[in-house]
C-alpha cells in the first residue's frame, strides 16, 4: 500500500518544469505499477507539440479548458473539466490551453519521472 499526497513531490525531483506545464509525477517506474500517474498544470495560453512515440497517455482534465489539435486530420478537439483524452495512437498533437489546465495524466510504459519532452515533444523509454 502507498500513499502519495501532492505535497510530498512539490519541489522534489520530480516535480518538473516543463516550460509550457509543470508535472507533478506522483506514482513512478519505480512503483512497479506498470503506469505513472501525474498531475499536471499547462499555463494558460500556451500551446506545446507533444508526440509521445514511446508511451500511451491517458489525460483527464479538472481544471480549466483547452483543445487537443490531432496533427494526422488537423481535428480539433475541445477538452474542459471532467473530460478525458486518451492518445491511443501514439498520436502527434497540439496542446493549447485556453485557462490554466489540471490535468490527471496516467502513462504506459510508467516514466522513470524527470523526463522534459525533447525537440520533438517526445520521452525516452525509462531504462532499469
Ligand atoms: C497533457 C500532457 O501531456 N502534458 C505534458 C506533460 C505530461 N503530461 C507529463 O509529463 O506529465
Given at each position: 500500500m502507498k500513499v502519495v499526497a501532492l505535497e510530498d513531490v512539490l519541489g522534489t525531483e520530480h516535480d518538473v518544469?516543463?516550460?509550457?506545464?509543470?508535472?507533478?509525477?506522483?506514482?513512478?517506474?519505480?512503483?512497479?505499477?506498470?503506469?505513472?500517474?501525474?498531475?499536471?498544470?499547462?499555463?494558460?495560453?500556451?500551446?506545446?507539440?507533444?508526440?509521445?512515440?514511446?508511451?500511451l497517455e491517458s489525460v483527464y482534465c479538472i481544471e480549466g479548458e483547452g483543445e487537443v489539435v490531432t496533427l494526422k486530420d488537423n481535428k480539433v478537439w475541445p477538452i474542459k473539466k471532467d473530460t478525458l483524452y486518451a492518445l491511443d495512437e501514439n498520436d502527434e498533437h497540439l496542446l493549447r490551453a485556453k485557462t490554466d489546465m489540471r490535468m490527471i495524466c496516467v502513462f504506459n510504459p510508467a516514466v522513470a519521472g524527470t523526463e522534459v519532452h525533447d525537440e520533438n515533444g517526445v520521452y525516452p523509454v525509462a531504462k532499469d
Open positions: 518544469d516543463g516550460g509550457n506545464w509543470v508535472s507533478r509525477r506522483l506514482i513512478l517506474k519505480k512503483d512497479n505499477m506498470g503506469y505513472s500517474v501525474h498531475d499536471t498544470i499547462i499555463k494558460a495560453g500556451t500551446e506545446t507539440h507533444i508526440w509521445y512515440q514511446n508511451h
